[in-house]
């Protein structure tokens, strides 16, 4: 099974750490977290947001495993059906497959691309993408330049839309695709992303409310083979 890497930095919320290792364990998703200090971050002339991206290179650079996957704290997947199917679609894609999104800030905003905030990718993507830069800059987001040089090369890449988002919170639009925001469900409920995991405080209560449906969904299976 893919085996998910999931950058954080020392000052993430404790709570959102928690329940992310909680939804991992419950829908069976292998993730290995890599944390850094802010600290150490800063003393190399980087933001965390631009090590991000670095830390996306070097896992490209380092693993050995067919399939990679990435995953950010404040993203959980609900099913580890889907993650056998989207591992099987990208080894014979030889490239990647993620939960869209889109960089509104930046001049590239109307392109939709696998964020890697939930992505798989074959090991070696980035090789047939040319290895570009990862980290984000003025034009493209984290990541963001992997989906783009694919593209550009004629490599076909899948995308997994949104299906709905929390009213509770801010939504942004997905380049002409419609709009994704605060606590987006994607596919078919395969995917929950919380989004914006510093303002954390405000919305930890929609990440809890998905772990306790992966909880009853559990005991649930717990009661019926017993």
Same mark, same amino acid.
């Not at 947001?49 to 950010?72: L, R, S, V, Y």
């Not at 290895?131 to 034009?139: G, K, T, V, Y």
């Not at 995991?197 to 019926?224: C, D, F, I, W």
């Given at each position: 099974?893919?085996?998910?890497? @999931?950058?954080? @930095?020392? &000052?993430?919320?404790?709570? %959102?750490?928690?329940?992310?290792?909680?939804? @991992?364990?419950?829908?069976?998703?292998?993730?290995?977290?890599?944390?850094?200090?802010?600290?150490?971050?800063?003393?190399?002339?980087?933001?965390?947001? =631009?090590?991000?991206?670095?830390?996306?290179?070097?896992?490209?650079?380092?693993?050995?495993?067919?399939?990679?996957?990435?995953?950010? #704290?404040?993203?959980? #997947?609900?099913?580890?059906?889907?993650?056998?199917?989207?591992?099987?679609?990208? +080894?014979?894609?030889?490239?990647?497959?993620?939960?869209?999104?889109?960089? &509104?800030?930046?001049?590239?905003?109307?392109?939709?691309?696998?964020?890697?905030?939930?992505?798989?990718?074959?090991?070696?993507?980035?090789?047939?993408?040319?290895?570009?830069?990862?980290?984000?800059?003025?034009?493209?987001?984290?990541?963001?330049? %992997?989906?783009?040089?694919?593209?550009?090369?004629?490599?076909?890449?899948?995308?997994?839309?949104?299906?709905?988002?929390?009213?509770?919170?801010?939504?942004?639009?997905?380049?002409?695709?419609?709009?994704?925001?605060?606590?987006?469900?994607?596919?078919?409920? *395969?995917?929950?992303? %919380?989004?914006?995991?510093?303002?954390?405080?405000?919305?930890?209560?929609?990440?809890? *409310?998905?772990?306790? %449906?992966? =909880?009853?969904?559990?005991?649930?299976?717990? +009661?019926?083979?017993?």
């Amino acid at each position: 099974m893919t085996v998910f890497h @999931c950058y954080i @930095c020392d &000052n993430v919320d404790h709570r %959102l750490l928690a329940l992310h290792k909680e939804a @991992c364990k419950l829908a069976k998703v292998k993730t290995k977290y890599h944390t850094f200090k802010i600290n150490e971050i800063l003393k190399e002339g980087l933001s965390p947001h =631009q090590k991000h991206g670095w830390f996306m290179e070097h896992i490209f650079k380092t693993a050995q495993e067919e399939t990679i996957g990435f995953i950010d #704290i404040d993203c959980i #997947i609900l099913s580890s059906m889907c993650v056998d199917k989207w591992s099987k679609t990208v +080894e014979q894609s030889g490239t990647i497959l993620g939960a869209a999104q889109s960089a &509104n800030h930046l001049p590239s905003r109307m392109e939709v691309y696998p964020g890697p905030a939930m992505m798989i990718a074959h090991k070696h993507a980035w090789d047939l993408a040319g290895q570009p830069s990862l980290i984000a800059d003025n034009e493209y987001d984290t990541g963001q330049k %992997l989906y783009h040089e694919l593209s550009q090369r004629g490599y076909h890449v899948d995308v997994i839309m949104p299906k709905s988002h929390s009213p509770e919170g801010e939504s942004w639009q997905l380049g002409d695709k419609g709009r994704y925001g605060i606590g987006t469900i994607y596919g078919d409920g *395969e995917v929950f992303h %919380l989004f914006q995991a510093s303002q954390g405080p405000s919305y930890v209560h929609l990440l809890e *409310e998905k772990v306790r %449906l992966l =909880q009853n969904q559990a005991s649930s299976r717990n +009661e019926s083979s017993s």
